[in-house]
């Protein structure tokens, strides 16, 4: 079982940065894949980043690509987003999910645990 605690959510102007923190219970973080996703008003949960299990490989969404990246600290059990030059339409609620695969997923169904969610808010 692994409980997954987000941060660092909040509101900024447009074209600001936020760093989000996800924070992992377990001894076994190394052993997951970790992944980010957003959920907007009316709209379905989306992919937006995702780091191998031991930090190796990376994949984001076409949307995030260039602003934002995904790192992790297996020795602090913490997965991180930095997102850079915030725009209004990454208006959401960000989660945080670990895989039980060790490869990157970017699809919602091959993570195993969620966060309860961070509320990130970009005003123009």
């Known amino acids: 079982q692994v409980q997954l605690v987000e941060s660092g959510g909040g509101l900024v102007q447009a074209g600001g940065s936020l760093r989000l923190s996800c924070a992992a219970s377990?001894?076994?973080?190394?052993?997951?894949?970790m992944g980010w996703f957003r959920q907007a008003p009316g709209m379905e949960r989306e992919f937006v980043a995702a780091i191998s299990a031991w930090g190796a490989s990376t994949s984001y969404a076409d949307a995030v690509k260039g602003r934002f990246t995904i790192s992790r600290d297996n020795a602090k059990n913490v997965v991180y987003l930095q997102m850079n030059s915030l725009k209004p339409e990454d208006t959401a609620v960000y989660y945080c999910?670990?895989?039980?695969?060790?490869?990157?997923?970017?699809?919602?169904?091959?993570?195993?645990?969620w966060g309860q969610g961070t509320q990130v808010t970009v005003s123009s």
């Open positions: 999910a670990a895989s039980r695969t060790t490869v990157v997923s970017t699809t919602a169904p091959r993570y195993d645990y």
């Open positions: 377990g001894r076994t973080f190394s052993l997951y894949a």
